[in-house]
């Protein structure tokens, strides 16, 4: 530190041990002086601050000391957020040995403790969240008051007070009072770990992950229903086969009260998602590899095939086959007819795979009966490892099937209708003969919780949710926005479109 810089600091001591002396900062009831409440978010004590912090708070700071100037009786306090889930995900990491998240603390230790001798001692006790919590809650007050802010500690509390629980207690009481809370059966995502819903906040990877629903479908099979999970349940009529990795592990699975076949890991994920899984046998994928299921409406028998890219952790691991309307599905196929020596071994003859035949059961303009074998066509796809090449031209042949196209004469009832409105009847024709169900996912991968746990997704029964939906809620919130001063005004626009988005 320079002399220049030396003199400053102790220049900044003097007046900051003068302010706390006379208490300049401490704001008490006084009816000579108008009056001004100023809170800034009270700050995470998982870590250390960082820059922006800095300018949060000066901010707040700011603005308090102006209002002072021109005569006010200002409150401006300060809290401590202690409570929530990012916290225990830090503490499980580090019980668990995570290097990455213990060199993070060090990191954060080293700029309040002197010696390497002191933060091992203190980053031991970190196996406790409410130690770890209180340490920097403790070290962000010091850097706050190291600062100048102009805050009146007195009025300090953190979220793990007891009185502030019941200050979040007393809130929702009065939402349930006024009809704001809701009871119902949601997914969410959920770290098995942690056994606790996670918010963005709470992610160490894929914080903006979001819930995809895939509808399960149950193709007869056996005494049972081999079961796999789409995006597009409206293309069942075009299906042709199966996909089952066979080097991936498949259960037998009795799902509330129902035998499925599906991968071990949905078997996990689908207790999850509030349903009565009992696993009933183990086995590899080739063992029903070159068996027959039944077609969900025309009840046709069609063949199990091999196929290394189904991924066993993705959905339920199996995959059913749609070659003319889906470009990785047709190259898949096109491989065994051209080369189908290796069927073999599951006893599977070259004259049964070459005998399938596309199903066309979607028309689209400017494309022939096959519109994905004209995709992989166009791209000269020679193989299924040009993975980028087929996802670009699965996702052509989905949008313009999804804009334009409409169901052929052999999908039953649906015939004739726009694709993008068939869905949803679709799936609610399968579900009034029980043949789908619902399968949810993160729509990335990997989702991970800051305790190092993958995340899936969780149905919970009979949970309370606040009802974004509830009439009124919308316009209120815009009468109180137009009542307030928005600084830069341009953020204005981000607080309505929240609105339009929740409600």
């Not at 992610?203 to 895939?214: D, R, S, W, Y």
């Not at 039953?412 to 869905?423: A, L, T």
């Amino acid at each position: 530190m320079s002399d220049a810089e030396s003199e400053f600091t102790k220049i900044e001591k003097k007046w900051q041990r003068r302010w706390a002396k006379d208490k300049i900062f401490e704001a008490d009831p006084d009816p000579k002086r108008p009056k001004f409440f100023l809170t800034v978010p009270y700050p995470y004590t998982n870590g250390a601050l960082h820059i922006g912090h800095g300018r949060t708070y000066t901010v707040g700071d700011l603005i308090a000391r102006y209002k002072r100037m021109r005569g006010y009786n200002v409150l401006f306090p300060m809290a401590s957020h202690m409570t929530g889930t990012p916290i225990l995900g830090m503490v499980e990491r580090i019980k668990a040995g995570d290097q990455t998240a213990i060199e993070q603390y060090k990191r954060d230790l080293r700029l309040y403790l002197k010696t390497e001798e002191e933060v091992e001692a203190q980053l031991a006790k970190f196996t406790d969240p409410w130690v770890t919590a209180k340490f920097f809650a403790d070290a962000i007050s010091a850097d706050f008051k190291a600062l100048g802010y102009s805050i009146d500690w007195r009025r300090k509390f953190t979220t793990g007070d007891k009185i502030y629980n019941q200050f979040v207690s007393w809130q929702y009481y009065k939402f349930k009072d006024k009809g704001y809370l809701k009871q119902g059966d949601y997914p969410l995502l959920y770290c098995p770990r942690c056994g606790n819903p996670v918010g963005e906040d709470d992610l160490l990877e894929g914080a903006t992950a979001k819930i995809k629903e895939f509808t399960a479908i149950k193709f007869g099979f056996e005494d049972g229903y081999i079961v796999p999970a789409t995006l597009r349940p409206e293309t069942i009529f075009g299906v042709t086969n199966m996909w089952i990795n066979p080097k991936a592990t498949y259960v037998w699975a009795r799902v509330n009260g129902e035998k499925w076949l599906i991968s071990k890991s949905a078997a996990e994920k689908l207790r999850l998602q509030a349903k009565m899984v009992e696993i009933l046998e183990e086995f590899p994928g080739a063992k029903v590899v070159g068996k027959k299921f039944r077609a969900v409406h025309d009840d046709r028998e069609l063949p199990i095939l091999p196929a290394d890219f189904v991924d066993p952790d993705n959905a339920t691991g199996v995959v059913y086959s749609v070659p003319a309307h889906a470009p990785f599905d047709y190259i898949a196929l096109r491989d065994l007819w051209d080369d189908p020596s290796g069927l073999e071994e599951y006893g599977i003859s070259a004259e049964e795979v070459r005998s399938i035949q596309m199903i066309s059961m979607i028309d689209i303009k400017g494309y022939s009966e096959f519109p994905a074998k004209d995709a992989v066509e166009k791209r000269n796809i020679k193989s299924q490892n040009e993975a980028e090449a087929l996802e670009d031209a699965t996702q052509e042949i989905y949008k313009a099937e999804f804009y334009e196209g409409i169901m052929k004469d052999n999908c039953g009832q649906f015939s004739g209708r726009p694709i993008k409105d068939v869905k949803d009847d679709v799936v609610a024709w399968m579900k009034s003969i029980n043949r789908c169900d619902v399968f949810y996912e993160p729509d990335q991968r990997p989702v991970i919780c800051k305790c190092g746990s993958d995340v899936y997704v969780g149905v919970f029964a009979g949970q309370w949710f606040l009802d974004y939906t509830s009439p009124g809620w919308k316009e209120q919130a815009r009468k109180a926005l137009d009542s307030m001063a928005i600084v830069p005004e341009l953020y204005r626009n981000l607080f309505e479109a929240t609105f339009d988005w929740l409600t």
